[in-house]
């Protein structure tokens, strides 16, 4: 299975001009449960697929939502000269295709 | 008083919402009608220019119905965040369209403006005297930023429209605002908890946003009590369920569990959602803790420079097989023209950056997927001093673009496809966030002139 079947919304977005957050938001509590105690999405692979340093990759669980949030800084400030999204909305692509072995097509 | 009733008009003041949804939500007795009409997410070009994200006609659209209701149902409006970016400019303008809704519809009320913009010799003050702190990833300020800003906004909390409130407003427009502040206000005036009224406020700035699907913007309404509140869209084609209400505290937030507020911070970890129908939510639980120092969140945009751009495509399987080598090369054959045509000053004026688009053109530094397909589309981009200047290097950059080699073909080359003639687009001037840092205030009101009219 790949990230995006088990999910019912992948997005990014800035999180102020300063910052960019992701959300992963799971169709079903149970997933969201697997897919976060096995860690899939950690620090190393998100520093690895986005070309970053691990130690600033900040992860959230939560919980009320089965999602999971991913916050980094922005390389570029929102909307400054060599800026490529103002609004941080397509930076999640990486994120869609993650695959999710250990989940079976039910 | 046992209850509060709060309507949320919708989630950006100029986006729009139902006229039926208005009324029904009327029909709820509502205490106060709310709006937000700024964000930072379309950018530095609107506190830097004045410009706005919508046009008047949209502002105008959703504020008179939002007043006319108001004014009938004798009940406060409160916009925050005026036109975008909240900067003098901007509040002058809405208040402008204000008048003339008063005018036109013949709406008497008084008016409460409360001036976000910052005085620069006062915040010139505050950094000498050490009272302007840095946030997460903040640009380094010192006085020559505060100067060379077009426009510098704090972002009020609270307690300057509970001030407007306290003196009989009736509709308050004020500049930048934290959003929640616009809900947050008058419950907290009315002596509610404000862990409730804060998680209820953060939930109904965006309007309809926290539904199930949102088709289209429309209203929100809550009815907050001291120790929970209720969510329930007036629109009968909207539901809201447990899990969208939780979610959108993840929205442009990057945690879900804290909001940070001027007077302090609401958590959200121990917040219960129940359902209480099949279409509201009942929300309980948060804490609130009171901020040791209160603080604003400063906003400053400055010139980053004027820009003319060139969007072009190229085709050719023998070019893209050589993409990177051949741009390279071409970046160098046009760094060396611009020198022989501007002469050596020209070096530290200008930038010049080409972006691929079908290679990483969206994600920059931070794509690690670079394969190309059968084509691929270039823009190129020059921001310098002066308009001038950049279109000017832009023609002589087109020039040599269009006509780069590579070694296989013979002779005269065109390379790229222009879609436009002039291929060159003069941008105009491009802004840039400059601050991201916090003042402490002698006291709440100190940054926040409010004046009253009655209109």
Not at chain 1, 16 to 24: A, K, Y
Not at chain 1, 44 to 67: G, M, T
């Amino acid at each position: 299975m790949k990230l995006w079947q088990v999910t019912k919304l992948i997005r990014s977005k800035n999180s102020g001009p300063f910052e960019l957050t992701f959300d992963v938001i799971f169709k079903d509590r149970a997933t969201y449960e697997k897919v976060r105690d096995a860690k899939t999405i950690n620090q190393q692979w998100f520093a690895k697929a986005y070309r970053l340093a691990p130690e600033v990759v900040s992860i959230i669980n939560y919980d009320a939502a089965s999602a999971i949030k991913i916050t980094i800084p922005r390389p570029v400030i929102s909307g400054d000269i060599n800026d490529t999204d103002v609004f941080g909305g397509q930076q999640y692509g990486p994120l869609v295709d993650l695959d999710v072995l250990y989940l079976k097509a039910e | 008083m046992s209850e509060i009733r709060i309507l949320s008009a919708t989630g950006m003041l100029g986006s729009g919402f139902r006229e039926e949804t208005l009324r029904r939500a009327m029909a709820l007795k509502p205490d106060f009608i709310g709006v937000d009409s700024g964000s930072t997410d379309p950018g530095p070009h609107y506190l830097g220019s004045s410009d706005t994200h919508f046009s008047d006609s949209a502002y105008k659209r959703d504020l008179r119905l939002m007043l006319i209701a108001a004014r009938a149902a004798n009940i406060p409006a409160i916009v925050g965040s005026a036109c975008t970016a909240g900067n003098d400019d901007q509040l002058a303008r809405l208040v402008g369209i204000a008048r003339d809704i008063a005018r036109e519809d013949k709406l008497k009320f008084k008016l409460a403006v409360i001036h976000s913009e910052q005085d620069k010799d006062y915040l010139k003050k505050k950094l000498r005297e050490g009272r302007i702190k840095p946030l997460a990833n903040a640009p380094r300020l010192d006085e020559a930023v505060i100067d060379r800003s077009a426009h510098i906004v704090g972002m009020c909390g609270i307690e300057p429209y509970i001030e407007a409130l306290q003196n009989g407003a009736e509709v308050i427009i004020a500049g930048r605002s934290s959003d929640t502040s616009i809900f947050a206000a008058m419950p907290v005036m009315r002596g509610f908890n404000p862990a409730t009224v804060w998680h209820a406020a953060k939930i109904l700035e965006c309007g309809a946003a926290c539904v199930v699907l949102r088709k289209y913007p429309d209203c929100m309404f809550a009815t907050v009590t001291n120790d929970s509140f209720v969510v329930e869209p007036p629109n009968p084609e909207y539901r809201c369920d447990p899990v969208s209400i939780a979610s959108h505290n993840l929205y442009e937030n990057s945690t879900p569990y804290e909001l940070i507020e001027p007077s302090g911070v609401l958590n959200t970890f121990a917040a219960k959602y129940e359902a209480v129908s099949d279409r509201a939510v009942k929300v309980s639980g948060s804490t609130f803790r009171p901020a040791e120092r209160y603080t604003v969140k400063l906003e400053g945009a400055e010139l980053a420079g004027y820009q003319s751009i060139i969007v072009g495509s190229v085709r050719d399987p023998i070019i893209l097989r050589q993409l990177d080598s051949w741009l390279e090369g071409m970046n160098k054959a046009i760094g060396d023209r611009i020198l022989a045509v501007f002469g050596a000053d020209v070096a530290a004026k200008y930038q010049y950056e080409v972006r691929v688009f079908g290679k990483n053109a969206t994600m920059g530094p931070l794509e690690s997927e670079t394969a190309v397909g059968h084509e691929v589309g270039l823009l190129f981009q020059v921001t310098a001093p002066t308009q001038e200047l950049a279109t000017a290097i832009m023609k002589s950059v087109g020039h040599m673009a269009v006509h780069y080699p590579v070694p296989e073909w013979t002779g005269l080359i065109t390379s790229i496809a222009f879609p436009y003639s002039p291929a060159e687009i003069a941008r105009g001037p491009s802004y840039r966030f400059n601050l991201n840092h916090v003042v402490e205030p002698a006291s709440p009101l100190e940054m926040f002139r409010i004046e009253y009219e009655n209109v």
